[in-house]
């Protein structure tokens, strides 16, 4: 479709990725495209010196290596590309995107674009005009403009704030690089007002001359003198030369995982511009290599916006980077003194304490920047509930090579589980010759006997050989207890035999007890604590009856598969997740079980008895059936008369098939037994080749032991990795509170949030990936590799999300995104988020490597992201470097939709989570008072988080902003002509509020109103917060008082069947409700708190305060209350993480 209007409107025609935006001149919607080889902070620009041919020539970014092109390193080379000029698209209050090409005056005194129906004096912009310059959408031209701000991309987006009013001047450039390079320029040139209309300005001249550069800014300047000192130290004869040999190896020791054939190929086309016979390299020659290769364009973005004009920052400036950005609201000066000194490479940087891109560089790269929050690299969870409450690291026949049927055992399959941190082995045993039994047995009748020990090139492994292993490795990575569940169908006498092993083997490690205790009651208590069972080895396996205490007996063998009818019987079933690949299970009808003779010695030893299904379809019977005879209720509800207990502590083991169908069809049920009883899932037996199955779709129905063949890598075993990597990989995490509570609503397949807490946002910027390898199987030639990032969110049904970066094409191994993406989190304490890089241009393998990583490990900010490999082990060097943002708000756009039946009722356009009615008269009565009471805790948490999301919208900054962020920008509007602040921050009854000193101009005024309606709602949520709690947890309370009596209270008002089954479920509904509005408005407070703190650190740091102000003690008591609350608690939802 061609555009009508005139030859003036410019619109982009399609070639590869398009996106609708309107034409400025003639209204109707084009096709423009985001050209695939811009990547976003393109490391290099076109040459200033390179002229527009006509007006007509527009500015391109390229990867092309040519020497022409220059890279990114300083304020100067944005100056120049912006002299250059380049084509942005100008956004209009009324909708309208006019394509213009804008240039910046040689003399830097103003900016002009073209073509334009103004006249060339009106076609321009004053740089002295402006005010500050914002990125993002974040102006009303943005925020108002509906569907087409939709449309424009985030990163590519800037503005500029300009007169007395304040006015703005919206952009959009094609790539978000090319908008940092305006932004700053533009930044630098209003640190930097006495450059401007100098004569012929500062950006004339070539790099190679080495004239182009901005006034000699201090950073650059202590970079130069560094890398002369490192020249120097090898430049043995001291003429200033060295050999292309010396110099590429120093630049690969200082820029620890650059290529040296990227090296010497920079090298090499030096010496080609400047037409040398000779393949020496001179100092200046060195320093452009270095610069062109080891500048990182991302980070001296960054670091400009941190240090606004000496391209360094001193610890002022990086504390204030830990606090705004990175969530360190503890960090100390004397703290930021460290970390310059341990990562500024410079000795000027390290006497005069200032940080140089390349230490700022080295730091983002160090493991205190790493994604994983340190805090879980030990063990951080409460060790001390029972066993039933965690998830436990499990391994499935890791002693297997290969596959099921053909692999042999082997001893190193075992040690590696351990290494790993698995918690619980398998151990399969059958007869051996000579009365030894072997390692590895065959389960199910449908697969062919075969044992795997008799290859006749590899010796058999005997069982005793293999505890020896497992005795030695046992507690080398985790401290808590092991479990080994034991296979086997070995005669009598070679039972005997496993039974002296065992207890010769481990000795004291063995856990027997010797009788169960038990209650006053007569009912066992619940499982002992990993804490009660350090260093103890735990046998699960068959038992003997207790009627059969003295002699030996049989035991039935439930088959180690689907089989096992019930229910299930005759159900035509397919693998969970894999359906596409047609593999039909029927599950047999009921057969007799087998029978197993055991031995006493060996029956003795269990800790825990395994059962199979069965004892789930028991359970629940025993439900329906007191259902029948008796007041029922809920399955998710302790109110439900409990099956006989058994007299042993038990574990269930669900065939993969049939564990899918419970938790899709049964989910309540499913996550009621996990509360008391250890569930075990297995891989099906049609997994012949080993592959495993998705943990997450068992995690979700509580199920506490997911067995994976530990020997088969894939995204399976990374998410595993993931998830008990949030516990110092100790094997243990504990599961979420609704899945321990005795009183507690969750389904698996919750579609919307838990029951009165609000989901999360999780906000992902995939800023640049670095030193990628190519793909281990990849077939392709050469080094280029097309890489593009993966986030794949997993979870529950309604958190579960994938997205993908757009392919940086021909970008070799340091590819640039800038990309943001956004998740809404319903279940924190169950997401886990994964990174996958791929090659999008591959031959045979496309996979360069992932991290996975759970949500309550993330930290805010700036992280890198170490790349693991298929197998798990890290790639050196290689890494992604995003920015993180979590938030308690949704971020806009469609509302979401909610599965679950929460009732809310609108008012004042404000939602509000009731109570169920339950039916029962007196309890109803007792949730009554409840009613007003979530209202006003809803009200005051929205008007807090609206008002400051109202002062951070008047601020120019998005949602996920920090609130130092916002006063920096205030402080910039309040700053007079002479240099003076035209506020003055002072405590009111503790408050920290804004008093003008001076005449302001009307949108400061209304900023500062902004500022002033944010501080009363913080301060009304803070002094109302403690007794709106109390008052909902006295409901709570009074509620609780009835929970025993509920069956007789329903039985009383004449609720029988589905009705008091329905008002038990709405009783816990309730319950659940009430506590998380109680942790809701605990966490609010904490947050109003800190918001505190941050305003009044910012405003002391800006220059903003008095001295009777930081004399005053109210401050510090803020900073008191806010010292003891967890940063991480705000991160997980209603229920904590059990975090120590």
């Not at 030193?771 to 529950?796: R, T």
């Amino acid at each position: 479709m061609d555009c009508c209007c005139s030859a003036s409107c410019s619109v982009v025609r399609p070639t590869e990725r398009r996106a609708d935006v309107l034409c400025g001149q003639c209204g109707w919607w084009k096709w423009f495209c985001q050209i695939r080889v811009v990547p976003v902070w393109s490391s290099l620009v076109t040459d200033p010196s390179v002229q527009k041919v006509g007006g007509g020539r527009k500015k391109t970014v390229s990867f092309s290596s040519m020497p022409s092109e220059k890279k990114v390193s300083s304020a100067a080379d944005c100056l120049a590309f912006m002299q250059g000029g380049c084509e942005l698209k100008k956004i209009r209050p009324n909708s309208r995107v006019y394509c213009r090409f804008y240039t910046l005056e040689p003399d830097l005194t103003c900016l002009r674009w073209e073509p334009s129906k103004k006249d060339g004096d009106r076609a321009r912009l004053d740089v002295c005009s402006i005010r500050e310059v914002r990125t993002g959408k974040s102006t009303e031209t943005f925020i108002h403009n509906g569907p087409l701000s939709e449309h424009l991309a985030e990163e590519a987006a800037f503005s500029i704030i300009h007169g007395d009013d304040y006015q703005s001047l919206d952009l959009v450039a094609l790539s978000a690089d090319v908008a940092n390079i305006w932004v700053t320029g533009l930044r630098y040139l209003l640190a930097h007002p006495s450059v401007i209309g100098a004569s012929g300005g500062v950006c004339t001249g070539t790099l190679a001359e080495g004239s182009l550069s901005v006034e000699g800014s201090l950073g650059s300047k202590m970079r130069s003198e560094w890398l002369s000192t490192e020249f120097a130290a090898v430049d043995e004869d001291g003429y200033g030369i060295v050999s292309e040999d010396v110099a590429v190896s120093t630049i690969c020791k200082l820029c620890p995982g650059m290529k040296e054939a990227k090296v010497r190929l920079r090298f090499k086309e030096i010496q080609r511009s400047k037409e040398k016979l000779t393949s020496h390299v001179t100092r200046e020659e060195f320093q452009e290599a270095f610069y062109e290769l080891c500048t990182r364009p991302d980070v001296y973005f960054l670091l400009v916006q941190l240090s606004k004009d000496r391209e360094c920052l001193d610890p002022q400036d990086l504390r204030l980077f830990l606090e705004s950005e990175q969530g360190l609201s503890l960090a100390t000066t004397e703290g930021c003194w460290e970390l310059l000194r341990q990562y500024e490479p410079s000795a000027q940087g390290k006497e005069r304490g200032l940080m140089g891109i390349d230490g700022f560089a080295r730091y983002l790269q160090s493991p205190e920047c790493q994604l994983l929050d340190p805090e879980h690299q030990g063990v951080c969870q409460d060790m001390s509930m029972p066993l039933s409450h965690y998830y436990i690291s499990t391994s499935y026949r890791s002693y297997l090579l290969d596959d099921q049927v053909h692999g042999r055992a082997d001893l190193g399959g075992l040690i590696k589980a351990l290494q790993a941190g698995c918690r619980c082995l398998e151990l399969g045993i059958s007869d051996g010759p000579e009365g030894e039994p072997l390692l590895g047995v065959d389960f199910g009748p449908d697969i062919p006997r075969h044992h795997h020990h008799h290859h006749h090139q590899h010796a058999p492994v005997t069982i005793r050989s293999a505890l020896e292993v497992v005795n030695k490795y046992a507690f080398l990575t985790s401290q808590y207890p092991l479990l080994i569940y034991l296979c086997h169908r070995c005669s009598p006498p070679q039972q005997r035999v496993i039974a002296q092993h065992l207890k010769k083997v481990f000795g004291t490690r063995l856990y027997t007890p010797e009788v169960l205790p038990v209650t006053l009651g007569g009912r066992p208590i619940t499982l002992p604590s990993p804490e009660q069972l350090k260093g103890r080895i735990l046998i699960v396996g068959k038992k003997l009856p207790s009627e059969l205490e003295d002699s030996d007996g049989d035991v039935s063998e439930e088959d180690e598969e689907i089989g096992g009818g019930g229910p299930l019987a005759g159900r035509r079933m397919t693998i969970p997740g894999e359906e596409e690949l047609g593999v039909v299970l029927v599950v047999p009808p009921p057969s007799q079980p087998r029978k197993l003779r055991l031995h006493k010695e060996l029956s003795d030893l269990m800790s825990i008895v395994r059962t199979g299904s069965r004892s789930f379809y028991a359970q629940r019977a025993t439900f329906k059936l007191a259902q029948q005879q008796s007041p029922p209720s809920s399955p998710c509800s302790p109110g439900t008369p409990l099956p006989p207990e058994p007299t042993c502590w038990t574990l269930c083991s669900l065939g993969e098939g049939e564990a899918g169908r419970l938790s899709s069809e049964s989910p309540e049920d499913l996550v009621m037994f996990t509360k008391r009883t250890l569930t075990r899932v297995r891989p099906s037996s049609v997994r012949l080749d080993s592959s495993n199955p998705n943990p997450q779709g068992y995690w979700k129905g509580g199920v506490q032991l997911v067995a994976l063949n530990q020997q088969t890598p894939g995204a399976m075993l990374d998410l595993h990795r993931g998830r008990f990597s949030q516990n110092g990989g100790c094997g243990f995490v504990l599961r979420p509170a609704v899945m321990r509570d005795e009183v507690s609503y969750f389904s698996a397949h919750t579609q919307g949030c838990v029951p009165g807490v609000p989901p999360q946002t999780l906000r992902i910027k995939v800023i640049s990936a670095h030193n990628l390898p190519k793909p281990q199987g990849s077939g392709a030639k050469g080094e280029v590799i097309d890489p593009y990032v993966v986030l794949e969110l997993h979870g529950v049904p309604a958190d579960c999300a994938e997205q993908r970066t757009r392919t940086a094409a021909q970008n070799q191994d340091d590819p640039l995104f800038d990309e943001t993406f956004e998740f809404q989190v319903n279940m924190p304490e169950l997401a886990l988020l994964r990174f996958v890089v791929l090659d999008d241009d591959y031959i045979g393998d496309d996979f360069i490597g992932q991290y996975t990583v759970a949500f309550e490990c993330l930290q805010p900010g700036y992280r890198n992201v170490p790349l693991l490999g298929l197998v798990g082990e890290p790639l050196p060097h290689s890494s992604l470097f995003v920015h993180v943002a979590v938030t308690n708000r949704r971020g806009g756009g469609k509302a979401q939709r909610r599965g679950l039946s929460v009732r809310r009722v609108a008012r004042r356009g404000r939602e509000y989570v009731t109570l169920r009615h339950t039916g029962i008269k007196v309890l109803d009565e007792a949730f009554k008072p409840a009613g007003s009471l979530l209202k006003e805790a809803a009200d005051l948490r929205e008007e807090a988080q609206s008002a400051t999301a109202s002062f951070k919208e008047q601020c120019g900054l998005p949602p996920v902003a920090k609130l130092k962020q916002c006063i920096q920008s205030l402080s910039t509007r309040l700053q007079t002509s002479e240099g003076t602040m035209g506020a003055c921050m002072v405590l009111r009854e503790g408050y920290p509020c804004l008093e003008p000193q001076t005449n302001l101009t009307e949108p400061t005024k209304k900023l500062l109103s902004a500022y002033d309606t944010m501080i009363a709602a913080q301060k009304q949520l803070i002094e109302g917060a403690d007794s709106l709690q109390d008052r909902v947890a006295q409901v709570q309370k009074e509620g609780m008082d009835f929970h025993e009596d509920l069956p007789r209270l329903g039985e009383k008002d004449g609720l029988k069947g589905r009705k008091l089954n329905k008002a038990v479920e709405s009783f816990t509904w309730n319950i659940t409700v009430l506590k998380g509005q109680c942790d809701l408005l605990r966490g609010a407070k904490m947050d109003s708190l800190d918001a505190l703190r941050q305003l009044a650190l910012a405003c002391e740091a800006c220059g903003l305060t008095s001295s009777s102000a930081s004399s005053n003690s109210s401050v510090s008591t803020a900073e008191l209350h806010y010292s003891s609350y967890s940063q991480s608690r705000r991160r997980s939802s209603t229920y904590g993480n059990g975090r120590i």
